[in-house]
């Protein structure tokens, strides 16, 4: 079976080599990762297939194998590649939260945040666990689904915290509605993770929601003591 070939001066590769990366665009650089497309599609068609698959890149980012091999030229080949690519960008946005020498504020981590759980479809309570310095050590999924006080137990991320050694944390979750706006039950929750975190002398610093690129601090926004 013959593959549909670009022309030459529409091929992503050779446009990487004499301009550089930067000015591909997104169908380019999704084409590029694709290498070919199909009998009936070039890469390039085959990439706005790809991106016509979520409304947003950050949405794309969490598609599953699953979710890019029901588009039409894309095998489990090309969708295990696909995600790992996307795999890769949240490490490396996490791997530059990692190096940081202090976390500061909400956006010394947002990039990496709405990367991971941002567009996630499902809620995700993930606790960073830092040292005095305020330098990120390590972080944890602790929970996933509708958070509540009971789903969300405060014993166990501050057993986890005298695990990890740390000495402060920072609690994140994501609003799959695309609302940051906190819930009366995530004010609770945070009340009771801050209390909590006075009793063992390892103190909730931020809760962060994200939602979509958007974001609320507990901290900025004064709803914590």
Same mark, same amino acid.
């Given at each position: 079976m013959k593959v549909k070939e670009l022309k030459e001066e529409e091929r992503p590769r050779e446009k990487a080599i004499q301009y550089g990366v930067n000015a591909l665009s997104n169908r380019e650089l999704i084409a590029l990762l694709l290498r070919s497309g199909t009998q009936s599609l070039s890469a390039l068609e085959l990439a706005d297939k790809v991106l016509a698959l979520k409304a947003t890149l950050g949405e794309l980012g969490n598609a599953s194998i699953q979710e890019l091999m029901c588009i039409k030229g894309i095998k489990k080949a090309k969708a295990i590649e696909l995600n790992a690519a996307f795999e890769l960008c949240r490490r490396?946005?996490? #791997?530059?939260?990692?190096?940081?020498? %202090?976390?500061?504020?909400?956006? #010394?981590?947002?990039?990496?945040?709405? %990367?991971?759980i941002g567009y996630a479809k499902q809620e995700h309570f993930l606790v960073l666990f830092l040292d005095q310095r305020n330098h990120v050590l390590c972080y944890r999924t602790m929970f996933m689904g509708t958070l509540t006080s009971a789903s969300v137990h405060p014993r166990e991320i501050f057993k986890e915290a005298m695990q990890q050694g740390c000495a402060k944390i920072i609690c994140v979750h994501n609003h799959p509605s695309g609302d940051a706006t906190p819930s009366d039950a995530d004010i609770t929750l945070t009340k009771a993770i801050q209390e909590a975190g006075k009793m063992v002398a390892i103190p909730l610093i931020d809760h962060i929601i994200v939602a979509r690129n958007t974001y609320i601090s507990f901290r900025q926004k004064r709803l914590m003591d």
């Open positions: 490396i946005a996490f #791997d530059k939260v990692m190096h940081k020498e %202090q976390i500061e504020e909400p956006q #010394d981590i947002l990039e990496w945040l709405n %990367q991971e």
